[in-house]
């Protein structure tokens, strides 16, 4: 993650020691965070995902791909049914 270089420092605090007004280095940590957070559950999202699609056989053309996946469960619920 970018924010990585800054080891230890807040993102107010790299806000702040660059000059940037308190309220507005505030409201930009506020919004940071959020994305951070955004981040994680999208990262966590994605991690998912890929479990999920190690689970299944490969797509013969792309390897992991979502819309294989999606057609290999239809035929699998198809035959079930
Ligand atoms: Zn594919």
Redesign the pocket.
């Known amino acids: 993650m970018i924010l990585n270089r800054y080891d230890g420092e807040t993102p107010q605090e790299i806000l702040e020691s660059q000059g940037v007004t308190q309220q507005y280095a505030a409201d930009l940590a506020e919004k940071v965070t959020a994305i951070q957070e955004e981040l994680r559950v999208t990262e966590e999202i994605l991690k998912e995902r890929d479990r999920l699609l190690r689970e299944i056989p490969e797509?013969?053309?792309?390897?992991q791909?979502v819309?294989?996946a999606i057609q290999w469960v239809k035929e699998r619920k198809a035959q079930a049914a």
């Open positions: 797509c013969s053309a792309h390897g791909c819309p294989h």
